[in-house]
């Protein structure tokens, strides 16, 4: 994908609006104690389908050997990322039926429908750092909330439209409106990434002047195709699940009619 000129605004925010060096490497959290959570052990490939098919996002690492240090790493990460369901598989059937040939952990995405693997070579090493790093990246959903590292994530999925919906986190009305949000998601899933930008981070206001935004024009919504970089913003009253719909039909309903036109315009050409 080209790089688009909302990418350009994105790219600063990973450098300025992180602490020093968050670009390149993502913290570690501390490490869970007590009633920690495990990976599910995935014994066959029914049992890994329904995992997959169950969770917006599933983590599972596939291990041909239990005995690696990348192996305790990966029950760190999943003790430390509380919101992603992990899973674990040695079974060679289940490694044959997703292709795994070397130690993998693999992210599998509702939203786009994606699969992210991060191979295990011998060689190299892969420490809890890098683990949390990859997923944090890569775990999108059907509402991604827009910071420094899911905006890496975000413009390297195949979904090219990007709606982003524009709010105050700390208002009454937020709880609401990203359960109607979340609703309207559902209806293009695939289609349309949906990303909810909060209003009251600093950085975020660069992303608000690039649609030409004010806070007192917010709750808004903006719509982007990064190939063309085409745009349409539409501030609202209410976030509703037929305001979004419809806005979101009309944006792709133009861009169908740009890349099909009719016969008659077929033939002024």
Known sequence: MDTSALWCVFFPLLIWDCPSGCAEETPTPPEVTGGAKKPVLL??????????????????????????????????????????????STNPEVLSHYNITSNTISIFRLVDNKRQDLEITDGKEIDVTKMSRFIKINELRLVTEYNPVTAIGLFSSLVQIHLLLFTDKSSQEHTERMHRYREAAELFRGQILFILVDSNVKGNGRVMSFFNLKKSQLPALAIFHTPDEKQDVLPLDEVSVEHVRDFCNGFLERKQMKEDPSPEEKTEL
């Open 43 to 88: 014994k066959d490939t029914a049992a890994t389908s329904a995992f997959i098919s169950a969770a917006e996002v599933a983590v599972i690492g596939f291990f041909q050997e239990l005995e690696r240090p990348e192996v305790s790493n990966f029950h760190v990460v999943a003790e430390n990322i509380q919101e992603v369901q992990f899973g674990l």
